[in-house]
């Protein structure tokens, strides 16, 4: 059944508040971005015939969390504060990807509340609306964040007020022990305070995440299932993926997809919620419904065939997939003072050069160089 994990003692450390992110000031700012595109372009679509309509963008690379499969203890090298991309540039580059049919914009980081101008972000996505000239014009981009949930009770409101839609947020572990073990921080009420802040603002739906690991957090799969429900709240359970800074992840210890089903359908009958399209997570009712689970078996029932996403990093560079190996330089685009066709043209040189799948299990696969907080979920 593999190792398990041996939890060893560790200082228990609350800090009074997140650490705070860099002052972020722009050397050209770029004009802020209208309601609507001047005009629709062809849609974003990669060699093998995938439409791109998601847009991950990561507002900082700086997290408040030490997660033990995303970060060592002592962090990782923060990215320089010139090389951030403004709100004004990020509103840019959104309203060029939206002209090209992107109608999904998911906010990430490392931890993205920790940019202090995360509000201002949000309103200025909110803003962004389909071409006059596409079949779906005037429609609103659909704004949704994800977060370790620990700054949401005094910043939830104001979100949704923004324009935020919809919020993830991870919490691995009901057991404040076991939380302070794997996080080295000692959050987890305020990450289930951050939970019912969500909810109390009206973001829907609260989706919660849990990377699942063998002998760490593998016994709760059913009591964060249980504890997701109990609050309208739909789990998903995660198979770990190579993207640790220290590049020690193992498959052979990972948790895959069918055992954490085989797991949940011995406390519930799962039936299947129909066709995922591009959503990452396959989803399944939990006994009568309307409750539902999701698992996102991205290693060993990989949907790559069906990614429509496009990340952008907190340095303005572009990533076909979350285990790319090249980047696409966008921040010199922008802050050159070139046109949107230049940015429309660096989306399409990113996504001409995407993949046709993760390779993980292939030979010659490695883990992209930046790990996971500097990527952008």
């Known amino acids: 059944m593999g190792r398990s994990v041996t939890f060893l003692p560790v200082p228990l450390v609350r800090p009074q508040e997140p650490e705070p992110g860099p002052a972020l000031v722009a050397p050209e700012p770029a004009p802020a971005a209208p309601r609507r595109t001047a005009g629709a372009r062809p849609a974003l679509v990669d060699g093998f015939g ?5 847009l991950r963008i990561s507002l900082t690379d700086r997290c408040s969390l030490r997660c033990l499969y995303c970060m060592p203890a002592e962090g990782v090298p923060w990215l320089p504060k010139d090389t951030l991309l403004t709100t004004p540039e990020m509103a840019r580059i959104a309203r060029a990807a939206v002209a090209a049919g992107v109608r999904e914009i998911r906010l990430t ?6 940019r202090p101008d995360v509000v201002d972000v949000v309103a200025a996505l909110a803003e962004l609306r389909a071409p006059d000239d596409a079949p779906d014009a005037g429609t609103p981009v659909e704004l949704s964040l994800t977060t370790n949930g620990l700054a949401l009770p005094r910043v939830a409101q104001r979100l949704v007020d923004a324009g935020l839609a919809r919020v993830n947020i991870s919490i691995d572990t009901l057991d404040r022990e076991r939380f302070a073990t794997l996080t080295r921080r000692d959050r987890l009420d305020d990450v289930i305070a951050g939970i019912d802040a ?7 739906p609260v989706k919660l995440n849990a990377v699942a690991m063998r002998g760490v957090n593998d016994d709760e799969i059913v009591a964060l299932t249980r504890f997701a429900v109990e609050r309208g709240c739909e789990m ?3 198979e770990q993926m190579p993207l640790d ?3 020690v992840w193992d498959r052979v210890e990972m948790v895959d997809g069918q ?3 085989d797991v949940l359908a011995r406390e519930f009958t799962l039936t299947p919620v129909g066709e995922r399209g591009a959503a990452p997570a396959e989803k399944f ?5 309307p409750a539902t689970v999701g698992v996102i078996a991205s290693v060993t029932a990989p949907f790559c065939g069906s990614c429509d996403r496009v990340r952008l990093t907190a340095d303005g560079y572009l990533r076909s997939c979350l285990f790319a190996r090249e980047e696409t330089d966008l921040r010199s685009v ?3 003072g070139a046109d949107d066709d230049a940015i429309d043209a660096a989306l399409r040189t990113c996504l001409a050069g995407k993949k046709a799948g993760h390779g993980i299990g292939e030979p010659g696969f490695e883990q992209p160089d930046r790990p996971m907080s500097a990527i952008g979920g």
């Open 245 to 247: 800074a220290g590049h």
């Open 259 to 261: 055992e954490i089903l």
């Open 109 to 114: 980081g490392g931890e993205p509340l920790l």
């Open 50 to 54: 995938r439409v791109h309509r998601d």
């Open 334 to 336: 922008v802050r050159s």
């Open 236 to 238: 998903r359970f995660i």
């Open 198 to 204: 969500a909810l109390a603002a009206g973001l829907a």
């Open 285 to 289: 009712l939990l006994d009568d419904g």
